[in-house]
């Protein structure tokens, strides 16, 4: 072996190790290991789940809040198909504009954000943390709805809304299962 190859080799050698110990280190000094959790949260707030669910663990009521008969039956059915937990289906009593409006609770925070996805963003969000005993969300179809989104658009959907957030005025606690 040349002593041009020698040389190449320990200069490359001694690269190796030093980016293993900068890796060590950072990996030993990082404070980011407890991000998110619910350490400096205030003792009366509510701890959001913010664990996002899967399909079959999400518990939703569907409403009609249109003028459209057998809306929410027809949307409950979709949802049944693709593995969703409905557990009723009913009128709301006041119409919304909108595509429809999630209403939940701090164990609801994962579950509205999956379903958030199926109407590609368009839902409005309501958090109200006086729910703190349910994970029931509340699915009110709007005059805007039209359909549900395809398994594909859902996907894309998540990639573009991001990892759950717990809504203002709860702290983030994930939920191992």
Known sequence: MSFARVRALVVVGMLAVVALVFVIVAMVRDTQSNAGLA???PADWPRADVTLRERKDVKIKVLNG??????AASVGDDFRNRDFQVKAEATEKKQ????????????????????????????????????????????????????????????????DLGAPVAPPGSCPMPVDN
């Open 96 to 159: 919304i504009d909108d595509v429809a409006v999630l209403r939940y609770g701090p164990k609801g925070v994962g579950s509205a954000h999956l379903l958030r996805a199926y109407f590609l963003g368009n839902a409005k969000l309501e958090y109200d943390p006086k729910y703190n005993d349910e994970d029931i969300v509340r699915v009110v179809l709007g005059n805007s709805f039209q359909q549900l989104a395809t398994t594909t658009e859902v996907n894309q959907s998540l990639g």
């Open 66 to 71: 249109t003028d459209r008969p057998g809306l």
């Open 39 to 41: 350490e400096d949260c």
